[in-house]
């Protein structure tokens, strides 16, 4: 595990030789500013611009960045073989998020400056298998093991603000979820060939009068069609599908994504874990492959 703050010269490593110890370094000058053992495996490090979260399977340790001091242990956690963890970037918002279930997709969220539980958020039915705070950390995405929904959220209150359908074919597994920087769109890729890019729009965009007139009798017809469809059915109505799509050259392969502006176009970075780096360009006028 390589975890690195930003574009500084600090990076967190651990390595497979010695899964119990947290190395920080100044890779730059190739020296080891300092290590931390723990009673068992590090499962993820995530850092931030005042904090730096260890995941292990059952506790979650939060030390503060600037002196690498330990702040708090977040004990008896649900079981997190996998490490998964998100922690915000933002120093307005400064959440740390993990499981809060090992039946079910609750997300737990952690202020990690008064290092407090904030809320727990009912996201999906199945257990989470990737989450993502967008840079502002007012929002997460979530996928669960079933891989076919994903869901944002307000980190602050738990409102449901996006709903979307990456597949209906079949059952994926979820790799990496990853925003924009204007957290106008939401990437996620998983281990079929296809990675999707969800739009988020504007809810204060309005449709023509026209277009506002007919989805206005179409969800009146939804509506009185509700009572005989499945309910699952009528779920499936209201999710929207990718805005764009990538055909991914490391299918099969687990992948981290990322989105980042350059030049004022939207690239999107998928690392392979077969050491493939591909990047893409992301058309955000019209959307398609």
């Not at 260890?54 to 996998?82: A, F, G, Q, W």
């Not at 740390?96 to 039915?125: C, E, M």
């Not at 199945?126 to 891989?147: H, V």
């Not at 999707?196 to 277009?211: C, D, G, Y």
Request: glycine residues 6%.
């Amino acid at each position: 595990t390589i975890e690195r703050l930003f574009s500084s010269s600090l990076i967190a490593v651990v390595s497979s030789q010695a899964p119990r110890k947290l190395k920080v370094c100044h890779f730059m000058r190739g020296t080891e500013i300092l290590s931390y053992s723990f009673a068992n495996n590090i499962l993820a490090v995530k850092l931030s611009r005042s904090r730096l979260a260890v995941c292990l399977e059952d506790s979650i340790y939060i030390h503060n960045m600037r002196d690498m001091k330990l702040l708090h242990t977040i004990r008896d956690i649900p079981s997190n073989r996998d490490g998964l963890c998100a922690l915000s970037i933002s120093d307005e918002n400064p959440y740390l998020a993990y499981p809060g279930s090992t039946t079910t997709g609750q997300i737990q969220i952690f202020d990690t400056v008064n290092l407090k539980p904030v809320i727990l958020i009912a996201a999906h039915k199945s257990p989470l298998a990737a989450m993502a705070f967008d840079m502002a950390g007012a929002k997460i995405a979530t996928a669960s093991n079933k891989g076919t929904v994903i869901r944002i959220h307000s980190s602050i209150d738990g409102l449901c603000l996006f709903e979307f359908r990456r597949g209906v074919r079949r059952v994926a597994t979820v790799y990496s979820l990853a925003f924009s920087p204007d957290s106008m769109y939401l990437a996620a890729s998983s281990n079929t060939e296809t990675i999707h890019i969800f739009r988020l729009v504007n809810q204060e965009e309005k449709p023509s009068e026209v277009a506002s007139s007919w989805m206005n009798s179409f969800g009146r017809m939804l509506g009185g069609m509700a009572y005989y469809l499945p309910k699952h059915t009528t779920e499936v109505l209201t999710q929207d599908r990718a805005f764009a799509s990538v055909h991914s050259q490391s299918a099969g392969t687990k992948t981290t994504i990322a989105m980042n502006i350059f030049n004022k176009t939207l690239k999107l970075f998928v690392a392979g874990y077969d050491g493939v780096l591909s990047v893409y360009e992301v058309n955000t006028n019209e959307g398609g492959e």
